[in-house]
């Protein structure tokens, strides 16, 4: 089993680090193709990959923050994380058709 962190912002990694999550590998990217059963996979992923993440037998994790609208496009520090609630939310996605 791997958990992979999917993240290109340097404060979501320190967020993380702060957190204490146990990564395997930190990507800026992910090929949800690399991704096996019983995998870990936490970002914030498009649905679509997130979804092709859980049919492959992995487990999406969904870095959820509670951002103020205009705080959007700007790149937030751990703490400015902490202070929009930054948690961890588990997701089963699934393509219906």
Same mark, same amino acid.
């Given at each position: 089993?791997?958990?992979?962190?999917?993240?290109?912002?340097?404060?979501?990694?320190?967020?993380?680090?702060?957190?204490?999550?146990?990564?395997?590998?930190?990507?800026?990217?992910?090929?949800?193709?690399?991704?096996q059963a019983g995998d870990v996979v936490i970002g914030t992923l498009?649905?679509?990959? @997130? $979804?092709?993440?859980? &049919?492959? *037998?992995? !487990?999406?994790?969904?870095?959820?923050?509670?951002?103020? +609208?205009?705080?959007?496009?700007?790149?937030?520090? @751990? $703490?400015?994380?902490? &202070?929009? *609630?930054? !948690?961890?939310?588990?997701?089963?996605?699934?393509?219906? +058709?």
């Amino acid at each position: 089993m791997t958990t992979y962190f999917v993240t290109r912002h340097p404060g979501a990694a320190d967020w993380a680090r702060e957190q204490g999550l146990a990564v395997d590998r930190a990507l800026a990217h992910l090929d949800p193709a690399q991704v096996q059963a019983g995998d870990v996979v936490i970002g914030t992923l498009p649905v679509n990959l @997130a $979804a092709e993440v859980c &049919a492959r *037998g992995g !487990r999406y994790l969904h870095l959820s923050l509670d951002l103020p +609208a205009d705080w959007r496009g700007r790149e937030l520090g @751990a $703490a400015d994380m902490r &202070a929009c *609630g930054a !948690r961890i939310e588990e997701y089963r996605v699934e393509r219906v +058709a």
